[in-house]
């Protein structure tokens, strides 16, 4: 296992759980409750969880690749990109709760995915 292959590992599992997984699963009252902007409709956080899946699908293409020990450029792109935005659009909006929690991580993980893209030499190296 790659330092890479560790981060998306955690990227992806976190973001099933904590983000997509509601997103596709919990109710508008319940979402509603815990997000700022509301949507009247369930549509909008069933296709922004659906958008997420996808970006699950990308980081586990760019798992397989590190494991391989390609760097997977474009999913560090993305990842950098997605990350970052996501940590910027939280702290803009000045999110409270467990939401400014899930920005430390899109902020942390997002510096994960910059220091692969400067060493990749390093988020290849294998720790087990």
């Known amino acids: 296992m790659t330092l890479l292959s560790l981060l998306l590992s955690a990227k992806i599992l976190v973001t099933l759980m904590f983000v997509a997984g509601p997103f596709l ?66 702290a803009v909006f000045r999110v409270t709760g467990f939401q400014r929690v899930l920005m430390g991580f899109f902020a942390l993980v997002g510096t994960g995915f910059a220091v692969a893209a400067l060493y990749p030499d390093v988020a290849l190296m294998r720790v087990w």
């Open 25 to 90: 699963l919990l109710s508008v009252e319940r979402l509603n409750a815990a997000m700022a902007p509301h949507s009247a409709s369930a549509m909008m956080y069933r296709l922004y969880g659906v958008a997420l899946l996808a970006l699950i699908t990308a980081y586990a293409a760019g798992l397989l690749a590190a494991q391989s020990g390609r760097l997977p450029v474009e999913v560090v792109a993305m990842g950098l990109v997605s990350n970052y935005g996501a940590a910027l659009t939280q």
